[in-house]
């Protein structure tokens, strides 16, 4: 007896970004609200992760290259835990404002870059990557910065900071199209 084959049909590629972001930004804000020992080693994972694919795209380009990498992905993770845990009563608004400047200048620079994008920003590196997504991703962070100071009671000079402290690896892959 023969099998039918399955109807297959197109996935939608920010549907599947999409869905995949929720599930991991849940998992980050379920961690950073418990602080402590799950928010530590969520980190230590998330660095150790950043660290392997650092090693494996520099594979062959020498030992400097390799303790770049290390501290690319050390110094962003101590960052995290410093602000967390670190900085007192304002830790945890402080540790959201930072991933949601982050996450704003991700979503930002997509939309914008996917709507608007004409001008390649490094086409050797990225080639669907925008000037004009950049922008888009620096105008998110500060928007959605700015109204999360605002709304929590921190400190206003971060509202001259949001633009300066997004992501600055995913500010350069701002997209037009993924």
């Known amino acids: 007896m023969a099998r039918a084959s399955a109807v297959r049909r197109p996935v939608n590629d920010l549907a599947i970004r999409s869905i995949s972001a929720v599930g991991m930004a849940v998992v980050a804000l379920m961690a950073a609200v418990v602080g402590g020992y799950p928010f530590a080693i969520l980190v230590a994972a998330v ?15 020498g030992m400097a290259s390799a ?25 945890l608004p402080l540790l959201l404002w930072a991933f949601l400047i982050t996450w704003a200048t991700d979503i930002g620079a997509y939309f914008v870059g ?6 390649k920003l490094a086409p050797s590196i990225s080639p669907n990557k925008t000037v004009e997504g950049l922008w888009g991703g620096v105008a998110a962070a ?25 992501s600055p690896r995913r500010q350069a892959t701002c997209s037009r199209a993924a």
């Open 47 to 61: 660095a150790t992760g950043v660290f392997y694919e650092w090693t494996r795209i520099v594979r062959g380009w």
């Open 67 to 91: 303790v770049a990498g290390f501290f690319y992905a050390l110094v962003p993770a101590l960052a995290l835990l410093w602000i967390r845990d670190r900085s007192g009563e304002d830790g």
């Open 114 to 119: 996917r709507s608007f994008g004409r001008r």
């Open 142 to 166: 500060a928007l959605f910065g700015a109204a999360w100071v605002w709304g929590t009671g921190l400190n206003p000079a971060l509202l001259l900071l949001a633009p300066l402290f997004r």
